[in-house]
């Protein structure tokens, strides 16, 4: 059985998966931010997330390079702390990487069906899951050069959305009752900012999935540095951006609990049959699709990595013989997302929409990560001191550090205002050591025979 992933993707290419994976986020899912802490106190908690996100990529990034492997943080925690570690590290991956799709087809649908209020919103959804599925199968190439267009096309609609509502832009609007409800700061904000804390990830969340292309990147070690570097600040510049001037358009709390903000924005400024209103629906597809698609790569490349190590059952791991890709990987993240689409009683309680608890889930599983990831940094500093690193983390130890503490941060404040879906998280993840466990004599007659084959 073939498990080799064949290395085609350019550096254009990744920056295009990493702005893609994540643009979805300046669309829609931050919002719900500002039903929490408001506009400004939100403001606080992206500027916070943003710096922990620029610290974690810049860190991250040093594992990414010396560890070119398609399972990501999995590989580096497994490399650095032993298989145990390496499946929670794989387990969070996945969840984070299997949780977001959901959510982002929901958006898909939510933007349809302002265009077309007779489409079912969850069809829609579904009809995304079948469409993106199917190209991603038919090969990374065309997946990868898919991903870069409709990443450049979202990137130029966020920016004709902020020009055409800039004239209808208030600061004024943005700060009125910015605290939480309240025009001043005081301590009843402080609650809200850290239970906003999600949402302010969603902004970035996934860009460390460009670790799940590495093996398929032709020059690895020179093209994810300047990949994530690029994606970054494109990110942070977009997300301040849009949250900018969304915010300053009318009374931003009609915004806060929906999944399509920036049409309802831009409606209260050209109408409700602006031609303007209907270029951003459609261009802004765009950006949802780019995110949708790009963490259907990243997900199957997870799933692929795990099930090739025996983490997940090994039929995972197969190739499709003509068109070189996970197909069964890619297959499976959908049947789960699908699921979870048509799940509202199950996902939805906690007094928070379905799309809310899909997104906090998903950044459940990113938070842990990120804490596995830079402690897996710092141990193969310790253990591995002549591992070869072609990108050194900026500012060592300082700057992982920093994105250690803040992860932590979140972490605790998550599972402070989400126990619910902390528990829910904490089952999904004992659920799967439990198979880890049963699993653990078959894995390791499964690396045997790949040791033999090797030495043959």
């Known amino acids: 059985?073939?498990?080799?992933?064949?290395?085609?993707?350019?550096?254009?290419?990744?920056?295009?998966?990493?702005?893609?994976?994540?643009?979805?986020?300046?669309?829609?899912g931050w919002s719900y931010g500002w039903a929490s802490a408001g506009t400004l106190g939100f403001a606080v908690?992206?500027?916070?997330?943003?710096?922990m996100y620029t610290a974690f990529i810049f860190s991250f990034t040093e594992l990414t390079t010396a560890i070119p492997h398609a399972g990501g943080p999995f590989a580096y925690a497994k490399r650095a702390f032993g298989p145990h570690v390496g499946y929670l590290a794989g387990a969070a991956t996945l969840i984070e990487f299997v949780f977001a799709p959901p959510a982002i087809s929901l958006a898909i649908g939510a933007y349809l069906n302002v265009q077309f209020p007779q489409i079912d919103p969850k069809m829609a959804a579904l009809g995304a899951y079948l469409v993106f599925m199917s190209?991603?199968?038919?090969?990374?190439q065309i997946a990868a050069s898919f991903e870069l267009i409709v990443t450049l096309l979202a990137i130029f609609e966020l920016l004709v959305f902020m020009g055409v509502v800039a004239p209808g832009f208030a600061l004024s609007n943005f700060v009125k009752g910015g605290w939480a409800g309240q025009d001043h700061f005081g301590w009843h904000a402080v609650p809200g900012m850290f239970a906003a804390i999600p949402f302010a990830i969603w902004f970035f969340l996934a860009i460390e999935g460009v670790a799940m292309a590495a093996e398929e990147a032709k020059n690895p070690r020179r093209s994810i540095p300047i990949a994530y570097a690029g994606g970054i600040l494109t990110l942070v510049v977009l997300a301040l951006g849009v949250m900018l001037f969304a915010g300053g358009v009318g009374d931003w709390r009609a915004l806060s609990n929906i999944n399509d903000p920036l049409p309802q924005a831009m409606k209260t400024i050209v109408g409700q049959n602006s031609g303007w209103l209907h270029m951003l629906i459609w261009l802004g597809l765009f950006g949802l699709i780019a995110s949708f698609h790009g963490i259907i790569l990243?997900?199957?490349?997870?799933?692929f990595a795990l099930a090739r190590e025996g983490y997940l059952p090994p039929v995972l791991a197969r190739i499709h013989p003509r068109f070189q890709?996970?197909?069964?990987?890619?297959?499976a993240g959908g049947v789960f997302g699908i699921a979870a689409i048509f799940s509202d009683e199950f996902i939805k309680f906690g007094g928070q929409s379905l799309t809310a608890n899909i997104v906090t889930m998903s950044v459940f599983g990113a938070i842990l990560m990120y804490i596995i990831s830079m402690l897996s940094l710092f141990q193969l500093r310790r253990s591995a001191p002549q591992m070869e690193r072609p990108f050194a983390a900026p500012g060592y130890p300082w700057l992982p550090l920093f994105a250690l503490c803040a992860a932590l941060l979140c972490m605790a404040t998550m599972i402070y205002y989400n126990p619910l879906l902390a528990g829910l998280f904490a089952a999904l993840l004992a659920l799967g050591y439990i198979y880890f466990l049963l699993t653990a004599k078959a894995r390791?007659?499964?690396?045997?025979?790949a040791a033999q084959g090797m030495q043959v």
């Open 135 to 140: 190209l991603n199968i038919v090969g990374v």
């Open 298 to 303: 990243g997900y199957s490349r997870q799933i």
């Open 325 to 331: 890709t996970p197909y069964l990987a890619i297959l």
């Open 45 to 51: 908690s992206a500027i916070f997330v943003a710096l």
């Open 1 to 28: 059985m073939q498990t080799t992933l064949k290395q085609s993707l350019s550096t254009w290419q990744l920056w295009g998966i990493a702005v893609g994976l994540v643009i979805s986020g300046e669309y829609f």
């Open 444 to 449: 390791e007659a499964m690396q045997a025979r």
